[in-house]
């Protein structure tokens, strides 16, 4: 193999997995560290930076830096990232002075964003420091999209959304709500220099079922009964309600009708309960709630009586799967399972819709009527007009919207001056060595062996009496320092020098984790079979040296390194040394 | 300075037979030098443990006083151990031997604490043939008191702060093969590939079984003008031959070029593989061991590698016809065998 260039930002970046996994690379390990050093609003601001809503994404986020934790990969469970988030976000002090100065004299160019969701208030954040006249328009009365009307005030308090939404729109920004944009050709004829349309994935699916007519009144789609409870239009349902779906939607209906009077609420889905499309923190509340998840039954009819619902029937399925792991759900072959039911919520789903958007403004969409978007720079095939968020590819969630919204800020500032808006910004990247002393470091190098804490709860009896009444009370400092201790910084980089090597073998002796290897050059299939331990994680890099006086190389397998500096402590050439690699994406005007 | 190592561990560090990984083989960190040779020869010992799958318990670690007699504090925590006075291992071993001949014992000196202050020692447990691993960790100097000559370091080898030693070394490997050492090995600490099937090989040996090992002092003596330095040592060690260690029963995968190969049996019915490459060493003949020794001084190389093994070796306690059971599973009847058995001696006796 040839030696590794980590000189190129990408190698470093990879290393430091949850920032990797993050659509908006937050530098999570360094938001943990200030967390542990009591530096609260200094960690907020790391995170502002990067994912614009650390006080929602600490209790919203759907976290798809944990899974990807180092910490998964040596124990059982990730460093709690989210919940960490939201330990700044809790106590910090006053922000206010450290948000971007707006500039009194604006640039001359106005965008119109199109959807106060998280994407379209990213670019907005984005572009109103860098003195872009904003003018943003949405149909509901308040900012935050589908936050506001989506999730349910137990898991995300208004006055914390508000107060983030806030941030932004105080940033001078012409707000428009309670408009719904009937036409995209109007808003272009306003002569905006670009236009952003983050409107979401606003359309719930529904299920066609016999009896269906008669039993509407009581069958609603999720996503607008969630909205409808959200706005208190509506304010309670039956005492017996099935949830369809598995999704993150149905677990949200399925306790927000525990709250509104539902008492028998159960949740019914077509596939196995493995496969259910909720995130496993999140069918874990439902249970603890009370509410039953029934897998492998398909909805198969409403049954209405006297005009009114009854309930519905059900079949019984097995899930089988053939050589590709391709799934096919059989009937068993039982009879139908009936349940009752006074209200029916089907949450299987979310779709794009844009009758708004005329067909001849050179917007090009495919065949599943989703606009073409370039996935790097956000535009369309009409270069004046960016789409992010939930309506750029589907729905997905807030992180991602906000990841989006950063390009698209970047691209949309490119394009009004005039820059090709393919010409990305490199990374900000730095790297400093965290050596004090012969063995000290300026990092925690320790390595704590405390399981992940548990969240504390409210008490259940008084969480469901009031769906405003957050269900998650958050760590305390005390607490979020000890996980915050969890943490192995992994972007405290090995970083290894060969002419100062004199290839003891002390780091390869030390390493706990059997990371170091000292041996002959090969392709990477056959060294990977040749080190000291198993190295079987494809998606883990090969850190290769030059070569040695002895002709060999060092080979460090990147995968189960914990960060613990012991290689860099053991070696007398100071060959290895710990360095802090910062890596933070390059926004609108950077 | 970390004072603990962190308890994770590689998830698919693999299983001996025991089931153990190496990790339950490991001790505590260590405190010595960033670099010291002593640790690469500790990693050896506990990489050669783990894979002969050798319960833990069944092992003493006995040593003297020096960096080196330190060591065994930093593997095989599960061990017995006994860190005993300056040049006394051997005859802590010869004890504690004597008593249990059902561990294996395993002797950690360095070239001070056997070659200057232990000599005596040391000549009389090789003489002895006491079954045991005694394992040098040859640094040329005394490194716990700051890096002063040994006894071991060549004439006009000098160490960090010194002045070329003017005294002609003495070669532990030469004083074990006249002492009458039945198994004499050398290797590098920097060179785990050779040491650990010669540790292996060490312990399947039943008698005195010596492996001296350069082990580089980075703080006092790995300097260019000293012979114990990494440098100094990878240029000039010249290996007998390479060995693999195959263990009793176990299936033999590796191919190897036909002629080149001498296999020999051990006692415990494991084997030995020898690939020479010095065809003038015949490592199961004495007298062709020293003479190799002897040339390899001459061309002021270190000859590194299995040097000499006697097939035929007896240990102490062939010879001196002990009890077959460790002392202390003697019960009252085997020690008060009755006025019969008494008698009986008596009357060879008269
Ligand atoms: C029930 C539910 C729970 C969820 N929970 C989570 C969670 O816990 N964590 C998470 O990360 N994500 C969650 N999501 C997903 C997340 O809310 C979305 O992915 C995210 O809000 C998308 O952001 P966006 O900016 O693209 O659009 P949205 O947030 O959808 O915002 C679009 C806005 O545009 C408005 N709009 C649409 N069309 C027009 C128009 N023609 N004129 C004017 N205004 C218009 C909409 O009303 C809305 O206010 C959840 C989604 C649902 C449905
Ligand atoms: C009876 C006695 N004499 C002298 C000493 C001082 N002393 C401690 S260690 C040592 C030499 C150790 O040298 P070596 O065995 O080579 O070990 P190293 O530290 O080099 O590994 C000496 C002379 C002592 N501890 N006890
Ligand atoms: S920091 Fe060094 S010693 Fe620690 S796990 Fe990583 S490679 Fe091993
Ligand atoms: S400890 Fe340092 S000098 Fe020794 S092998 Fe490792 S990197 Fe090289
Ligand atoms: S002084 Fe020398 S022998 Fe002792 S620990 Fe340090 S390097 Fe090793
Ligand atoms: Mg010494």
Known sequence: MKPTDTKNPEYFHKVVDCQYACPAHTPVPEYIRLIAAERYTDAYMINWQSNVFPGILGRTCDRPCEPACRRVRVEEQPVAICRLKRVAADNKEDIRDRLPEIPKTKNGKRVALIGAGPASLTVARGLAPLGYSIDIFDNQFAGGGMMRSQIPSFRLPIEVLDEEVNYILDMGINAVFDIQVESLREILEEDYDAVFVGTGAPRGKGLNLPGLEDAMPNVYLGIDWLSSVAFEHTRSIGKRVLVLGGGNTAMDCCRTSRRMGGEDVRVVVRSPFEEMKASPWEKEDAANEGIPIYNNHVPKEFVVEDGKLKGMHFEKVEAHYDDEGKRTLVPTGEDLVFMEADDVLMAIGQENAFPWIERDLGIEFDKWEMPVVDPVTFQSTNEKVFFGGDSAFGPENIITAVAHGHQAAVSIDLFCRGEDVHNRPPPHVSQSSQKMGVHEWSYDNAVANDLRYVVPHAPLSKALKNRKIEVELGFDTETGYKEAERCLNCDVQTVFDELRCIECDACVDICPTDCITFTTNGTEEDLRQRLEAPAGNLAQDLYISADLPTMRVMVKDENVCLHCGLCAERCPTTAWDMQKFLYNVSKAGE | ?350
């Open chain 2, 1 to 350: 300075m970390s004072y603990q190592l962190p308890k994770f561990r590689h998830p698919e560090l693999p299983v001996n037979d025991l089931g153990y990984t190496r990790a339950d083989y490991e001790g505590a960190i260590s405190t010595l030098c960033a670099g010291c040779g002593h640790d690469s020869i500790s990693g050896a010992i506990v990489r050669a443990c783990h894979e002969l799958s050798i319960e833990p318990h069944k092992i003493a670690k006995l040593s003297g006083i020096g960096c080196s007699s330190k060591a065994p504090t930093y593997f095989l925590g599960n061990s017995h151990g006994f860190n005993s006075v300056h040049g006394r291992m051997p005859s802590v071993v010869t004890g504690a031997a004597l008593a249990n001949r059902d561990l294996l014992y395993m002797g950690v000196s360095g070239d001070g604490d056997t070659a200057s202050i232990g000599m005596g020692q040391f000549a009389h447990v090789a003489r002895r043939n006491l079954n045991m691993v005694y394992i040098v960790m040859n640094n040329g100097c005394y490194g716990l008191t700051k890096g002063q000559d040994s006894a071991t370091a060549d004439r006009g080898s000098a160490s960090k702060k010194g002045d070329p030693n003017i005294y002609s070394a003495i070669d532990l490997c030469g004083t074990a093969l006249q002492m009458g050492a039945t198994f004499v090995a050398r290797s590098f600490s920097g060179d785990k590939e050779q040491l650990v099937p010669l540790i292996k090989a060490a312990i399947s040996h039943r008698g005195f079984a010596l492996i001296d090992v350069v082990s580089p002092c980075v703080t006092f003596n790995n300097n260019s003008k000293s012979t114990k330095s990494y440098d100094f040592v990878r240029e000039h060690a010249e290996a007998t031959g390479t060995i693999d260690f195959v263990p009793m029963h176990s299936e033999i995968t590796t191919h190897y070029q036909p002629g080149h190969a001498h296999e020999v049996t051990m006692h415990d019915g494991s084997s030995i593989r020898l690939y020479k490459m010095d065809e003038s060493l015949n490592p199961f003949d004495r007298r062709s061991a020293v003479n190799v020794l002897e040339e390899h001084r001459y061309s002021g190389n270190i000859l590194t590698g299995l040097i000499y093994m006697n097939l035929d070796s007896r240990d102490l306690h062939e010879v001196l016809e002990t009890s077959q059971r460790p002392l202390n599973a003697l019960d009252e009847s085997d020690l008060c065998p009755g006025n019969k058995m008494l008698v009986n001696i008596n009357a060879s006796l008269r």
